[in-house]
Nanobody, 123 residues
Framework: QVQLGESGGGLVQAGGSLRLSCAASGGTFGRYAVAWFRQAPGKEREFVAGISWSGARNTYYADFVKGRFTISRDDAKDTVYLQMNSLKPEDTAVYYC???????????????WGQGTQVTVSS
């Protein structure tokens, strides 16, 4: 099992940018597909973006972040990033990273989760 820890959240004005990091330890990170999810107050957790294992690095995005968010991975640092640009108030949520040994990019059923980082976008 891999342990995950998110960082990089904070308060930003609408139109601004943040970069979230998901640092992993305790596993062969390159084997894992990694995704970002988010959960806003009163709403269910939703998939945001995912990246496949290090041998492929395919990416997949939810429609509501396409063109604004970019997911990437640095396997030398065992870290996945989520670059978030053109942020909107509706992007306000707790963002979680998740990992699963998989050659694809699962949209659910991840078995390793971080503790989350708060992103707040003011209007």
């Amino acid at each position: 099992q891999v342990q995950l820890g998110e960082s990089g959240g904070g308060l930003v004005q609408a139109g601004g940018s943040l970069r979230l990091s998901c640092a992993a330890s305790g596993g062969t990170f390159g084997r894992y597909a990694v995704a970002w999810f988010r959960q806003a107050p009163g709403k269910e957790r939703e998939f945001v973006a995912g990246i496949s294992w290090s041998g492929a690095r395919n990416t997949y995005y939810a429609d509501f972040v396409k063109g604004r968010f970019t997911i990437s991975r640095d396997d030398a640092k065992d870290t996945v990033y989520l670059q978030m640009n053109s942020l909107k108030p509706e992007d306000t949520a707790v963002y979680y990273c998740a990992a699963k040994v998989d050659y694809s990019i699962p949209l659910n059923n991840y078995d390793n989760w971080g503790q989350g980082t708060q992103v707040t976008v003011s209007s």
